[in-house]
């Protein structure tokens, strides 16, 4: 680590800045970790589309599939690959606390900035609170690399922006991906002014967090690799206008890419989010490969809808790019 656990909100407030994307994890036609493709991606996001940092091994990246030793290789991988150039946060997410722990103490022996925990499944429980302050509380103890909170509808409840504002002043919880309706992750924002980065993974209300919050951070999901590519970074280009105050312009190229949003949403079928995905990023020349069960592969016919749909989307490519088996 890079820094000491009493100085984790000021090297968040620091570093954690831009557009950081979550890595979906690409697998070989026999399923096991692509290695050498995820070194790969990791390469063009931040030299070629301009990726401030990358959320590793998160529910894009199929953890659920993973093995704890898989994604503890992901971390290492991570670091190796773009520590010096880019942010790296480890998502830790488990059931299981001691999984949690194990992949947190890992994550903060090979370098990686933070770290980010899902509020758990709670079964039975109604009154999620104090359990929820001591969950993220008992990490704060046991850890002294920076943690962000994730609360998501997956969990089965939302903590509530009081709530996290109560756990933002533990010395180490410095961020979190909050994906609620936008008026909880605006008073949130208001609370925690200075104690608590808060970021969400919508891509379309990205430009509007900036202008109307002051949001410098877009923590973070696939849009920063699925809508660019190397010679086509509008994404980038809004983020960068907006955060000089150059606001009509950067509205101006955001609201350029619906047709490339648009093609995303048409084309992702229902229960196959990881599967369109990386479907997409082959077509964009990206490593993307099968998915592991209990996700399922795309079929043919819906592989052809997604080749129509982003032939017609326009968003350019560089000549050669694309996967010669996507195409």
């Not at 979550?22 to 493709?37: N, R």
């Not at 101006?252 to 949003?261: G, H, T, W």
């Amino acid at each position: 680590m890079q820094y000491q656990k009493h100085d984790a909100k000021a090297f968040a407030r620091e570093h954690m800045r831009g557009i950081w994307a979550a890595a979906l994890t690409p697998f070989t036609p026999d399923l096991l970790v692509d290695e050498a493709g995820f070194r790969r991606n990791l390469r063009h996001w931040v030299d070629e589309l301009g990726i401030d940092g990358v959320f590793v091994a998160g529910k894009q990246g199929e953890f659920f599939s993973l093995s704890v030793a898989e994604r503890k290789r992901l971390f290492e991988i991570a670091v190796d690959e773009i520590g010096s150039r880019a942010g790296t946060i480890m998502s830790c997410s488990d059931q299981n606390l001691d999984t949690v722990l194990d992949l947190a103490r890992h994550a903060q022996a090979v370098g990686a900035d933070s770290i980010v925990v899902h509020a758990p499944v709670m079964h039975f429980v109604t009154d999620q609170d104090e359990t929820l302050y001591e969950y993220y509380r008992h990490l704060s103890e046991q850890l002294d690399i920076g943690i962000a909170m994730w609360s998501h509808p997956d969990s089965g409840y939302l903590m509530s922006p009081e709530l996290c504002a109560r756990i933002a002043e533990l010395p180490n919880i410095v961020a979190i991906k909050y994906s609620v309706p936008r008026e909880m992750y605006a008073r949130l924002t208001r609370l925690t002014e200075g104690k608590l980065i808060v970021s969400t993974a919508s891509e379309e209300e990205w430009l509007d967090n900036i202008v109307e919050l002051d949001w410098r951070l877009y923590l973070c999901s696939s849009p920063p690799y699925l809508l660019q590519s190397a010679v086509d970074r509008r994404m980038r280009e809004y983020t960068d206008l907006a955060f000089k105050g150059e606001f009509e312009r950067a509205r101006e190229v955001r609201d350029s890419l619906d047709p490339v949003r648009h093609a995303l949403r048409r084309t992702r079928p229902p229960g196959k989010p990881q599967a369109q995905q990386k479907y997409w990023q082959e077509l964009l020349g990206q490593v993307g490969g099968p998915v592991r069960r209990p996700m399922l592969p795309l079929t043919e016919d819906e592989r052809e809808a997604i080749r129509i749909a982003f032939a017609g989307c326009g968003l350019a490519v560089p000549a050669g790019a694309r996967a010669s088996h996507a195409a």
